[in-house]
């Protein structure tokens, strides 16, 4: 993992040099605090809880990674030593850990506050967003990371996102990217709208749950992996069951035709999912139609997760 130090594209800022992807970060970090302020005050957060609120999750957010990280990285073949966790210089991050680390860090100001924790996580998630597409921008200042298989057509080749001259591939973080500016647009749009507290993180963890198992799919480039199944794509996996399994908690009617629905959905989509990323990686079939069967898949139990959402924001539902 050191050789992406050695890869990443080295700048020069008003006579400062730092690393291109550094300062990628460092602006979607601004961005992001920015945006939490402005949804506090729609929001009509207290005074103090958007401080609070952008301190604790920067910090969290910083541990979550790194420590999500140290625990899922087996390039070695075991977890990373512990010796090694403090070195930030060395290794890499988690962007799971990220997420997970900046929404505890909004429970605890919530707590702290004295808040509703829907609305402060509401304020947090949409505030992510910004934060990841520009670190995925970012990663476009590494060579060879985040990015897809060969691609079989020819199509893409001479766009921006097809990377490499013998083999081009997917610059796959320009798709990441893409995939957080629109469900930051989404989410936005929702803000605006009168919604129940909690929708709108509730609507983060399906949403980008759902897309991020795509996204992480197409990468290829083999980071905290196990065999032809990737973690991070485990750890998407999983914030979209987090994000089903609490509208369904949420709309009380865990019985009903929908909630049942959304739940044997998210089933038979972890067998559906490992089948397709076992035929990627193994058979010839067309990567095309693996994928269509993939996005088809993750959106059944994401559209009925935010089903369950408009019917408890209408109050067919209770919270």
Known sequence: MNRLIEEAVIIELFGIRMYAFGVYVALGALFSVIVLAVAGRMLSLKKGTVPLTACLTILCAF??????????NRELGHTTPLFFWPQVYGGGWSMFGLIGGALAGGIISALLMKEKTGTVLDAVSLSLLP?????????????????????????????????????PCLATYYVAAAVAIILFAVLALRLTRKERKGNLANAFLMLFGAASIITESLRYDRYLSISFVGLQQIAAACML?????????????????????????LVLMVGIVIGLEFALDRTMWNKLLIYAGMIITVSVPAALGMKLLKNINEGNDAE
């Open 131 to 167: 934060m990841i597409a520009a670190e995925r921008i970012g990663e476009s200042r590494i060579e060879d990371f985040d990015i897809s298989r060969p691609l079989d057509s020819t199509f893409l080749n001479g766009t921006f996102l097809a990377v490499g001259e013998d083999e």
């Open 63 to 72: 541990l979550g990674a790194r420590v999500a990280f140290c625990l899922l």
């Open 241 to 265: 069951a987090a994000g089903v399994v609490l509208a369904v908690r949420r709309s009380k009617k865990p019985r009903s035709a929908l909630a049942v629905g959304a739940v044997v959905s």
